[in-house]
């Protein structure tokens, strides 16, 4: 199973001025890739399963120093969440956010949500992690898992 919402970490240097600064230097849209295991806790027997997804992360600002993360994952409409609190180039998960639903690209439908995340901005380069739970259909089974991966994205100019 592939592992839909990574954790992105952003990467980027911000000479910012003031506090209100903070969350504007996340602000964009993101060209991502996923890398994440999922590791089944139904059906018993099923071994991790490593994936990949392409994705888009669209980072707003919901406050001067805080953001809020979301996903465009393959052909899927706009399905995920994640509000972080910043703080100059790193970000953490602030508790607020929505699960990712929709079908992946090995064909296994998805429903994930992030339980530790965090975020690196460096430059125009986003790095998000993740640690969550997710389940899904595979194949006409159903399945319960926990995941982690983590999104690599460079701002779109």
Known sequence: ???????????????????????????GTYNAVWTGTTTFTTPSGWQPATGSETGVITITE?????????????????????????????????????????????????????????????????TQVQTGHNSGVYNGVSWTGTYVGTWVGIRAP
């Open 1 to 27: 199973m592939k592992r839909l919402l990574g954790v992105i970490v952003l990467g980027a240097v911000c000479s910012c001025g003031g506090q209100s600064d903070l969350a504007k230097a996340w602000v």
């Open 62 to 126: 919901t406050g001067s120093s805080s953001i809020l993360m979301s996903w465009k994952v393959g052909s899927n409409p706009p399905s995920g969440t994640i509000g972080f609190s910043v703080n100059s180039t790193t970000a953490t998960f602030n508790g607020t956010g929505s699960p990712f639903t929709g079908r992946l690209s090995n064909g296994s439908t998805e429903t994930a949500a992030c339980d530790i995340c965090t975020g690196t901005l460096n430059g125009t380069s986003l």
